[in-house]
């Protein structure tokens, strides 16, 4: 729960100091590819997380990697977050700081847990229904988990609708054990 808590909060602060200067869409390419990079290759999160190297070795190369492809204030952001020691954060602080973009142009995204797969005619239905209750455009992200048995689990920024069958299950179940019999 500390990585969510971190990562709302360095997403915020940056996410209201890009606002401030107006980069929002140049944060959202830059950070978006920093997320990819680091996402997909540990080695830079690995490195600024090593306690054998020095903060000023740490700073030096990020300076250096990150001085000709991120705007400065990004990469000060970086150094915030080695000097903080929250680098290991990294991909959970831009995940976030990227749907607080998405959610300030409207876009929401949204996850859909299934036991099965959805054909195009109830995702279409699901996306037109979330559509409705959250307005903006729904970006769909689809999982498959064969424990929930039927129904579905909605997960959105602050809010999960459970709806599966292994939920109503143990509702079931918890309801017939506070029961008395006499």
Same mark, same amino acid.
């Given at each position: 729960?500390?990585?969510?808590?971190?990562?709302?909060? &360095?997403?915020?602060?940056? @996410?209201?100091?890009?606002?401030?200067?107006?980069?929002?869409?140049?944060? &959202?390419?830059?950070?978006?590819?920093?997320?990819?990079?680091?996402?997909?290759?540990?080695? /830079?999160?690995?490195?600024?997380?090593?306690?054998?190297?020095?903060?000023?070795?740490?700073?030096? @190369?990020?300076?250096?990697? @990150?001085?000709?492809?991120?705007?400065?204030? @990004? #990469?000060?952001?970086?150094?915030?977050?080695?000097?903080?020691?929250?680098?290991? &954060?990294?991909?959970?602080?831009?995940?976030?700081?990227?749907?607080?973009?998405?959610?300030?142009?409207? %876009?929401?995204?949204?996850? #859909?847990?299934?036991?099965?797969?959805?054909?195009?005619?109830?995702?279409?239905?699901?996306?037109?229904?979330?559509?409705?209750?959250?307005?903006?455009?729904?970006?769909?992200?689809?999982?498959?988990?064969?424990?929930?048995?039927?129904?579905?689990?909605?997960?959105?920024?602050?809010? %999960?609708?459970?709806?599966?069958?292994?939920?109503? /299950? $143990?509702?079931?179940?918890? $309801? /017939?054990?506070? /029961?008395?019999?006499?």
């Amino acid at each position: 729960m500390i990585v969510q808590e971190v990562a709302k909060k &360095y997403a915020h602060a940056l @996410f209201l100091s890009v606002k401030d200067r107006g980069l929002i869409d140049k944060a &959202y390419d830059q950070l978006e590819s920093l997320h990819d990079l680091v996402v997909g290759d540990r080695t /830079l999160l690995n490195f600024v997380g090593s306690p054998r190297i020095s903060g000023d070795e740490k700073a030096a @190369f990020i300076r250096k990697v @990150f001085a000709e492809r991120l705007d400065v204030l @990004f #990469v000060e952001f970086m150094l915030v977050l080695v000097r903080k020691r929250r680098a290991a &954060y990294l991909p959970e602080i831009l995940d976030e700081f990227i749907r607080l973009v998405q959610h300030h142009k409207g %876009i929401n995204r949204v996850t #859909v847990i299934t036991a099965i797969p959805m054909d195009a005619k109830e995702e279409q239905n699901l996306t037109g229904q979330l559509a409705g209750k959250l307005g903006g455009t729904i970006e769909l992200e689809k999982k498959i988990d064969a424990g929930l048995l039927g129904g579905a689990v909605i997960v959105t920024h602050d809010k %999960i609708v459970d709806g599966s069958v292994r939920h109503e /299950l $143990e509702e079931l179940r918890d $309801e /017939l054990h506070k /029961l008395k019999v006499y």
